[in-house]
C-alpha cells in the first residue's frame, strides 16, 4: 500500500491565484482530514469528511474547499490565495466501523504539500 | 530530559538518556490519548495511544504515562536514540454528544545531542 499520498510537494503561488492540492489513499479509509501547520506551531484542521459525499468545517476553513467523490480523494481546493495561506499542508486519514460515532483515532499522514503564496 | 506544557518548548538529551516529554490536555472528558511523532519535512506519524482507563501503557522504548486527576500525559523514550529527533504532538480525543473530536498540542522538540 502506498498509504496517504499528497501532490504536488511544494508550490509558489502568486496572490489571487487558485489551486487544488490532492490527496489520495489507497487503505480504504472513511475518513479523510485536511490540515495546515504553520512554522513552528501545530496542526490545525482545515476540512474532514466522514465519508463520500459528506464533508465538513473543521477550526480554519475559510478560503479553501473540499469535494469527496470517491473514499479515495479528497482534494482541497484554494480560491483566491492569499500570503496567510503560506504553510504546510498534510491530508490525512483514518478509520472508523459504520454504525459506531465519528472517529478521531490513529490518523495516518501524507508527506505534505509545502505552499508559498506570494 | 523533561519539558512541560502545551507551547512548543525544545528538549535536549543526551544519547542514551531517557527523555519525558510532558503535556497537559485540556478537558477531562477526553477519552483516548494519542502520541505522535514529526520528523523534519515529514507528516506526523503515531507512536503509542492511551484509553482513558487505563494508566501506563508501553511499546518498544517508548511509555505512555496518564493521570487523569491532573489532566497530564506524558510521553517516556527510554535510551534515546539520534533518531527520535523530532517534534512531538499530543492529542486528546473527547467525545462531544455523537461526535467525538480530536484536539492537537503544540507539540515538543526533542534533539539529540551525539
Known amino acids: 500500500n502506498a498509504g496517504v499520498t499528497q501532490t504536488p510537494k511544494f508550490r509558489i503561488l502568486k496572490i489571487g491565484q487558485s489551486m487544488t492540492l490532492q490527496c489520495a489513499q489507497d487503505?480504504?479509509?472513511?475518513?479523510m482530514y485536511w490540515y495546515r501547520q504553520d512554522p513552528g506551531m501545530g496542526l490545525k484542521l482545515i476540512y474532514y469528511?466522514?465519508?463520500?459525499?459528506?464533508?465538513d468545517k473543521g477550526e480554519v476553513p475559510n478560503g479553501y474547499n473540499v469535494s469527496r467523490s470517491t473514499t479515495e480523494d479528497f482534494p482541497l481546493r484554494l480560491e483566491l490565495a492569499a500570503p496567510s495561506q503560506t504553510s504546510v499542508y498534510f491530508c490525512a486519514s483514518s478509520y472508523a466501523r459504520p454504525g459506531l460515532e465519528t472517529s478521531t483515532d490513529t490518523q495516518y499522514f501524507g508527506p505534505g504539500t509545502r505552499l508559498t503564496v506570494l | 530530559g523533561e519539558s512541560v506544557g502545551l507551547h512548543l518548548p525544545t528538549l535536549s538529551v543526551q544519547e542514551g538518556d531517557n527523555s519525558i516529554i510532558n503535556c497537559a490536555y485540556s478537558n477531562s472528558a477526553s477519552d483516548y490519548f494519542i502520541w505522535y511523532k514529526q520528523e523534519s519535512g515529514k507528516g506526523p506519524q503515531f507512536i503509542i495511544d492511551?484509553?482513558?482507563n487505563m494508566d501506563k501503557r508501553q511499546g518498544q522504548r517508548v511509555t505512555v504515562l496518564l493521570n487523569k486527576t491532573v489532566k497530564h500525559l506524558s510521553l517516556q523514550i527510554a535510551a534515546t536514540q539520534p533518531g527520535d529527533s523530532a517534534v512531538y504532538f499530543c492529542a486528546e480525543t473527547l467525545r462531544a454528544g455523537n461526535n467525538r473530536k480530536l484536539i492537537w498540542g503544540l507539540g515538543t522538540s526533542l534533539a539529540v545531542n551525539p
Open positions: 469528511s466522514v465519508g463520500a459525499g459528506i464533508t
Open positions: 487503505m480504504n479509509h472513511n475518513y
Open positions: 492511551i484509553r482513558s
